[in-house]
Structures are given as structure tokens and as C-alpha cells.
């Protein structure tokens, strides 16, 4: 028996209501009927498009990742100025969402990592997948930076971007738990201060010693 035809505007508003939910009250908290009951789509609706909650939580995972790489790729090409600067601009701008909203604004793969990150080999893999392909993104970003002058260089970008993801990703919890954004902010002023170019010590001597 063939399967009723897929209506991907259902399953896209579906995969939205379950990023909102996981978001608020994580993986084990948010029951399938209360998903069901906030899209207002019966079970049976469901399973046509996701074969069990677990593998319908991959596929948000996939769904948010991609809304957050275009919203973040849309909003440092809206800011002016050099890549450094851009970037600090933008993570200000998020700090600034979170405080306004930080349910519905919060990192639903830092949330998700430390629930579910180790709970089935389906979790693992798109948890460290996606962990990878941000990381990634930010390389790229960093490494444009460098040729531009505008980042420092005597790390890789690679390094940098791991550094700044796994910094990010703390701030991330001890927000949760202070319910302050101090720490997001204290990253963000260490990361601009330690990322930019260093003084050249030769140069800088140079000058000092001219007549």
C-alpha cells in the first residue's frame, strides 16, 4: 500500500514546533501528543513523515542548522566593516536576541549535546556531524579573515575555530544555569581582544629606535 502523498509545508511547520519545543524544555521533556496537540496533526499524520520521535529530532537538528547558517550568513553580510569586526557585531546581536527571548533564541545543538549526545549512535553522529559542519563554516570565515589582515595568523584557522566553539558552547551552559548572559559576553570580548593581528615586535622596535 503506497503512502498518502507528503505535504511539505506540514512537515516543515511540524519540524518548527519541535525545534520551539525541544528548545524550551528539551528532548525527554516534550511528549509527541504535545507536539501533535501544537501543530494540531493527528498521529498517523506524524508517521508519514518521521518514522519514531528520535529520528524526527535528527531531522530538527538538520532543519536548524540550516535556518541558523542562513540567518547567521544574513546577518554578517548586513554588517559593515572588516571580518573581525563583523563577527563581533553579529555575536553581539545574537546576545542581544537571547536576552530578549532566550527560549525561543537559545543553541538547540548545545542543548540537545548535553542531553542526548551519548544516548544512541543516530544522536552521536548527527550531534558531532553537525558540531563539525559549523566549525567548518567558522574556518572558512576565520581563514578569510586572516588573508585580510583582520585576524590573527600564527594559529590556524582551524585552531581558532575550534577555540571558539568550544568557548562558545560553555558560555552557552553557564548562561543557562546563572540566567545571565554575562558569560556569552565575556567570551565575545576575549575572543575579539585574542583573535586579533599581533603587533609585529620587530616593527614596534623599529619605531621605537628611530632618530
Given amino acids: 500500500m503506497n503512502r498518502p502523498k507528503r505535504n511539505e509545508h506540514n512537515r516543515e511547520r511540524i519540524l518548527q514546533t519541535g525545534m520551539e519545543l525541544f528548545n524550551r524544555k528539551g528532548y525527554h521533556g516534550t511528549g509527541l501528543k504535545e507536539i501533535l496537540d501544537t501543530c494540531q496533526v493527528p498521529k498517523g499524520s506524524f508517521y508519514n513523515y518521521f518514522e ?84 567548518d563554516c567558522i574556518e572558512e570565515s576565520f581563514k578569510e579573515g586572516q588573508l585580510q589582515g583582520c585576524f590573527r595568523n600564527d594559529l590556524s584557522a582551524r585552531a581558532l575555530a575550534q577555540l571558539f566553539w568550544d568557548s562558545w558552547q560553555g558560555a552557552l551552559l553557564r548562561t543557562k544555569v546563572e540566567a545571565s548572559t554575562t558569560p556569552l559576553r565575556e567570551v565575545a570580548d576575549v575572543i575579539y581582544t585574542l583573535y586579533a593581528p599581533l603587533e609585529n615586535p620587530e616593527t614596534k622596535d623599529g619605531d621605537n629606535n628611530e632618530i
Fill in 52 to 135: 519514531s520521535k528520535e529520528q524526527f529530532a535528527v531531522e530538527v537538528l538538520e532543519y536548524s542548522h540550516q535556518l541558523e547558517d542562513a540567518k547567521w550568513e544574513k546577518r554578517t553580510n548586513a554588517i559593515e566593516g572588516n571580518l573581525l569586526e563583523r563577527f563581533r557585531l553579529a555575536i553581539d546581536q545574537f546576545i542581544a536576541d537571547y536576552e530578549n527571548d532566550p527560549d525561543s533564541t537559545g543553541c538547540l545543538l548545545t542543548n540537545l549535546m548535553g542531553e542526548v549526545g551519548n544516548a544512541s549512535n543516530s544522536f552521536r553522529e548527527i550531534i558531532s556531524l553537525s558540531c563539525n559542519r559549523v566549525i
